[in-house]
């Protein structure tokens, strides 16, 4: 008899990943809803039937109100079945379908039958739809119910009504707050996951009190709680009262890091691994809480299994961060884990060996790393190669191996993001360490031979030509970059063109070889490498001068005054019949960008996008533009500048928008404008401003903008004078006026007679923010105590009614203006209270740091607490008179 032929696995994976709901639709599923109205009920079908249902509702499919209405009906119908399977199935659906107000009452007596049951399973999902579906009214009418189920002998059911608990505290926080003596009495059950869920609902409960949950933190420490869960959330709890408290082992807080260390020896591993996490990660930990919970993670080390392995080595890479040497014993460990059949694993042991290796390791790691690079994916490579140039900067005398390391993965296989790593940090490490140059540069000029991106080949000519004429024999690299005019594609070959031009200006030497190759190069068949080549031959001579002029090196790699953005529209403006194009037509004017967050302080620009220098930010080039100007050269130095305000709408047929630019006795404000009607041409741009509603500021003068051609951004400058080193507010009515000149499209001529115009543009204030510099600092407790009390001023605000904490926050950061610190201006989702730490400094140079506690009540009324330390006390009052009036 013939048997029926069976797939191989691997033929049915070759197929694909098969769903059993590919291809079904909403409507053919609606049809077949129908059996749920069949007299003789089919349990089977109907749970199938749910099953399909409940597919689409989390694939996202809409159901209309009419389609709602009639599934919720027809399942209703279902409770008759005395399957307990189709009856679990029957719960989830109504919990997706979440019936409107009157709706639930139809449904409202078969739950609270089935709450009411002899059936356990009927019982625990029950009470989870009802806590789910209904109001604040019916809940209160079945809260007696709730409250003995959350004792109850059955875990299953008792576990049910703690979770529901926690759900029904972001809606009704009133009635579950009512459940405390339960929810403690379930907090001694022996069921591991009604102890869970009763210490998480106890501590939800009492969140928006932190003494109580202190109290009830120090209680369950001395207390019975057993369940492995309950345990890991303690010592979650225990962490955060320890740093809310800012307590540590020598002040009072010696019981709390007791328990964390008495569940170093618990028998359950979740335990033991989350205890040693958290002494981790405290802030203030010493090393005699510190070395043995690094003990215990480091015998989770040699585990058989992977998951503690990489739990294990993923805490100690954190912790090498701060505290390398207490990770050191770990060392013989985790080089074991290098050959680790789970690559993260490997990968986070390497990394964290080069964190904590000394100079007599570095060999020996080098040489089991390198086999070990050919066998991870590049994302894993790109951390170890960051983690050794890490290494080489802590370690610079052993530059030579590490540097060898990196040039032999650098002419390995690997896609762009890895190359350019190790391209960035040999060119850092060029930077960082003087002896290194030669040996860095020489491997960057092999590696390009064999480079087959263009971007990095580019980027690594550049950077020779600014270091290579540096060294003491520039001369060796020339073979390298006339190579790449050679062998490359057009582009690579015009920046060696580029690079072989700067060591011919820095180095006087190599000048008539220089002549010589360039003059090779004028026969390129790309336009780019030969009118390159040609400007710099006729720019540097014929190779008999001596020594290049500053004005030669100038004109060819100094910094270019005119923005590129300009510079390129004038170009494309530009007709060639005309005379010949003139580069000091083009407006220097810097069109505005929105202000880029700055570097923390001391931190080099990385890789090879940043010059040794580091790029000017917009700062650096508002004040260099504003001090180009006679009129204003005489203010002083600048205090702040803001982010552009817009004035006008998107897509309006004129762009303004107004930079703030502070200083000690003037206001300038620098109005961006933008014509983008290409048939126009401005001339004599200026804004009249309306300070009516600004009493303190009176206007000294404006500076017009001559020209405003198509789509060429230029400024206007109006200048107010104001008290000296006083935050003066007020608001700015504004009327844009100009000569509009038409432009005859053919010739792009304007016509010689224009019309007056004007363009209302939107009002602005100068607010109190824009008296306050954002200024970080690198630690604020240590700011914050050297500043000191004497001219601390605190006080208590409330803030109203607000959708959350979080805007709350984010509305006073706002009003401000000041830096936040440490990551404070991020609320965790569902917070009842939150610090915020803000620094700045106020007109004047003074500097300042505020402290703002946050408290959110049941009906969203936010209260807030404002401390303020600065060098002055009228500073300080001042803060407090922002906030009292904003």
């Known amino acids: 008899m013939a048997q029926p032929i069976v797939k191989k696995k691997e033929d049915r994976d070759d197929e694909g990943e098969y769903s059993p709901f590919s291809g079904i639709e909403k409507g053919a599923v609606l049809q077949e809803a129908r059996v749920f109205h069949d007299p003789q009920l089919d349990a089977r079908r109907c749970s199938q039937v ?51 107000a009157d709706e639930v009452i139809i449904v409202t007596s078969s739950l609270m039958k089935d709450m009411t049951s002899h059936t356990d399973m009927y019982r625990a999902n029950a009470i989870r739809v009802l806590c789910r579906i209904t109001d604040g009214t019916i809940l209160t009418q079945i809260e007696r119910y709730l409250k003995q189920a959350i004792v109850d002998k059955n875990p299953v059911v008792a576990s049910a009504v703690l979770v529901s608990g926690i759900h029904l ?25 009604v102890q869970f869920h009763a210490v998480g609902l106890l501590h939800q409960i009492r969140q928006n009190d932190r003494l109580a949950v202190s109290k009830l933190v120090t209680s369950l420490t001395k207390g019975t709680v057993r369940s492995p869960l309950a345990q890991c959330l ?12 800012g307590v540590n082992s020598e002040t009072g807080g010696r019981p709390l890091y007791d328990y964390l260390g008495g569940c170093l020896r618990h028998k359950a591993e979740m335990v033991i691994f989350e205890a040693a996490k958290a002494i981790t990660e405290l802030s203030n930990v010493t090393m005699r809480e510190l070395l043995p919970a690094v003990t215990v993670i480091q015998l989770f080390l040699s585990s058989f299994k992977p998951v503690l392995r ?66 991870i994916a590049d994302e894993f490579k790109i951390v170890v190669v960051e983690a050794i140039r890490s290494l080489c900067l802590k370690f610079p005398l052993n ?97 060696a063109v580029s690079t072989l031009a700067k060591f011919g200006t820095m180095v006087n030497s190599l000048k008539p070889r220089i002549f010589v190759l360039l003059r090779r190069c004028i026969f390129d068949n790309d336009d780019e490498v030969r009118d390159r080549a040609t400007l710099y031959l006729n720019t540097l001579g014929d190779g008999s001068v001596a020594e290049t002029g500053k004005d030669v090196k100038e004109f060819l790699f100094g910094s270019l005054e005119t923005p590129l953005a300009n510079l390129e529209t004038s170009l494309k403006n530009y007709d060639p019949t005309e005379e010949p194009f003139d580069i000091h037509s083009v407006p220097k004017e810097v069109k505005s960008q929105p202000l880029a967050e700055k570097k923390a302080p001391g931190k080099k620009p990385t890789g090879l996008g940043a010059p040794p220098t580091g790029p000017a930010s917009a700062a650096d080039s508002h004040e260099s533009l504003l001090s180009s100007i006679p009129e204003f050269a005489g203010f002083g130095n600048l205090f702040k500048s803001s982010a552009p305000v ?84 007020g608001r700015f009515s504004n ?47 240590n700011a914050w105590d050297s500043l000191g009390p004497d001219f601390e001023r605190i006080d208590e605000y409330g803030l109203g009614p607000r959708e959350s904490l979080a805007e709350a926050v984010n509305a006073v950061i706002n009003l401000l203006g000041m830096q936040p610190c440490e990551g404070t201006e991020m609320v965790p989702k569902n917070s009842r209270s939150h610090t915020c730490l803000l620094s700045g400094v106020y007109i004047g140079n003074v500097r300042v740091l505020v402290r703002l506690s946050f408290g959110i009540d049941a009906s969203k009324e936010v209260a807030m607490k404002l401390a303020v330390r600065s060098e002055d006390k009228n500073v300080s009052d001042a803060i407090h008179e922002i906030v009292a009036s904003g």
């Not at 499919?61 to 209405?69: Q, R």
Request: hydrophobic share 40%; aromatic share 8%; charged share 25%.
């Open 646 to 729: 817009e004035l006008t709408e998107a897509e309006t047929e004129y762009a303004v928008n107004v930079v703030k630019h502070v200083f000690d006795r003037h206001v300038v404000f620098q109005y961006n404008c933008t014509n983008t009607i290409p048939e126009q041409l401005l001339e004599k741009v200026t804004v009249l401003v309306d300070a009516s509603e600004a009493e303190e500021f009176s206007e000294l003068g404006s500076k017009p903008l001559r020209s405003l051609p198509y789509d060429s951004p230029g400024q206007t400058f109006v200048v107010f004078e104001k008290p000296d080193d006083v935050p003066a507010v």
């Open 399 to 495: 530059y030579g191996s590490l540097m060898n390391f990196l040039s032999i993965i650098l002419r390995e296989e690997g896609g762009f993001e890895y190359k350019k790593a190790i391209v960035d940090s040999i060119v850092i490490l060029i930077r960082d360490i003087p002896d290194a140059k030669e040996s860095g540069l020489l491997h960057l000029c092999e590696f390009i031979e064999d480079c087959e991106f263009t971007y990095l080949s580019t980027q690594i000519l550049h950077f020779l030509g600014t270091e290579g004429p540096k060294t003491s024999d520039p001369g060796k690299y020339i073979r390298y970059i006339y190579n790449r005019v050679i062998l490359e594609n057009a582009t690579v070959r015009a920046s």
């Open 234 to 245: 303690l010592i979650r709890y225990t962490t955060q009262v320890i740093r809310e408290s």
């Open 735 to 781: 009327l844009l006026r100009f000569t509009v000149k038409e432009v005859d499209p053919s010739t792009g001529e304007a016509e010689d007679d224009g019309v007056e115009d004007e363009y209302q543009l939107e009002d602005f204030e100068v607010a109190a923010a824009d008296y306050i510099r954002k200024v970080g600092v690198s630690n604020y407790k």
């Open 310 to 375: 990489f739990a294990a080595v993923r805490t100690l890479n954190k912790v090498a961060m701060s505290h390398p040497t207490a990770v050191t014993a770990c060392n013989i460990d985790m080089e074991s884990l290098i050959s680790d059949q789970n690559k993260s694993i490997a990968t986070l042991a390497i990394t964290t060996l080069l964190k904590t290796g000394n100079e007599s390791s570095v060999e020996r790691l080098m040489k089991q790393i390198t086999n070990f690079m050919s066998d």
């Open 50 to 100: 749910i099953t399909k249902l409940l597919y689409l509702l989390n694939q996202g499919e809409t159901f209309t109100k009419v389609e709602a209405t009639e599934v919720f009906f027809s399942v209703t119908k279902l409770f008759q079945s005395k399957d307990n399977g189709l009856r679990r199935m029957v719960y989830l659906m109504i919990k997706e379908l979440s019936p409107s």
């Open 169 to 193: 505290l972001q809606t009704n926080p009133e009635i579950v707050k009512r459940w405390s003596n339960e929810v403690q009495e379930a907090v001694q059950s022996r069921a591991a996951l």
